[in-house]
């Protein structure tokens, strides 16, 4: 391709203008390990308005969880008796089971709730705590993966899994922790 001298040159795309305020891919880990800046009068940042509504959520679905376990229990327990090979179980066994595991959830929704109003309030521990049971889910939605090929689809652990990975990324974000960690004495 020639060009004369009435043609203007092709110019070359514009550079992208810099953007200080994106971070790197990767960073130095002096940069990581820098405590977070102390600042007691910091605002509540979405990420950690993120994660304690995605908790709450998680808090609703047990409560939901309860009211189809205690609407369509008799159906799940005719389901345990067909897996079971035909083995009758005890009416009171079944209705004791019923409590137990209504019980266990609503304990479960009762500390995600704690969680989620401790979590807006600031509190480190109630963000690492969740982070961390966060991390053991996902985990074991992993290993039932890898080693019994459990499927991951949206009628089984796919939505959890979604809002594990997504409370672990909002609540491990660095405003949700210098949010969390602002009133520390450093």
Known sequence: MTFHDDEPEPT????????PAQRPGYEPVERLLRPTPYDPG???PATTVAGAALVLLGALVG???IVDLLVHWREYAGTI???LDGVTLDPEMIDASLWIVVAGVALSAAVQ??????ILRGHNIARVLVMTVSAISISAAFASWWARDQEITLRTTLPSLAVDILVLLALSSRSAAAYARRNQKR
């Open 81 to 83: 008796e067909i897996e």
């Open 63 to 65: 409560l939901a969880t």
């Open 113 to 118: 709730l704690v969680c989620s109003l401790l």
């Open 12 to 19: 070359a795309r514009p550079a992208r203008p810099e953007h």
């Open 42 to 44: 910091m605002r509540r």
